[in-house]
């Protein structure tokens, strides 16, 4: 059930009102179709503008990298899309997320750099990484779990009737709000239609 916790922060905050959610002409397929691929740049600790919470908290997402390391040596960018392809494309944490955990994790000696080709740098796993999994392996695997489910939950939400009848939303909003000058009045019926339509979803 831990998904209810997006909807609350206030739909206006996404759709209402000219300053919203950055929907005005051409900014509404940025911020709606885009809205299944989380990225924790954007999502930040309730400053954003969506005020979405982070997708994993820092403890969670140090132990999903240890995990991905143990697998197998990797660079930050391969672990951003190794979590975004586990994640079915759901979930892509940024760079500026990546990079500080992985120093963390080598200044906690859970990690270290490996030689690599090239110039990117590239960690393994340490004998103390190893026995910290070891120590979480149930929260790692329910971690993973999520990721899976991250991914179904996208899949499930871009397909058939639910993909035709987003795309139809997005063509008709991009043409009423395409002219120079948008009716304040009409802006906050549509957001009005629209934060209904999600109150309606949310009790299904």
Known sequence: MRHHHHHHHGH??????????????GGFGGGFGGG????????????????????FDGGELRLLLLKLIEEAPRHGYDLIREIEERSGGAYAPSPGVIYPTLTLLDEMNLIEEAKAEGAKKQFAITETGRAHLAER?????????????????AARASGGPVRRAMGNLHAVLRERLAA??????????????????????ERL
């Open 12 to 25: 206006p905050g996404r759709f209402g009102g000219p300053g919203g959610g950055g929907w005005g002409r």
């Open 36 to 55: 299944w691929g989380m990225h924790d740049g954007r999502e930040g600790g309730g400053g954003g503008g969506r005020g979405r919470r982070r997708m």
């Open 137 to 153: 392996q149930a929260e790692v695997e329910a971690l993973f779990a999520r990721l899976a489910e991250l991914g179904s939950m």
């Open 180 to 201: 120079a000058e948008v009716d304040p009045d009409m802006l906050h019926d549509v957001a009005g239609i629209l934060d209904e339509a999600a109150r309606k979803i």
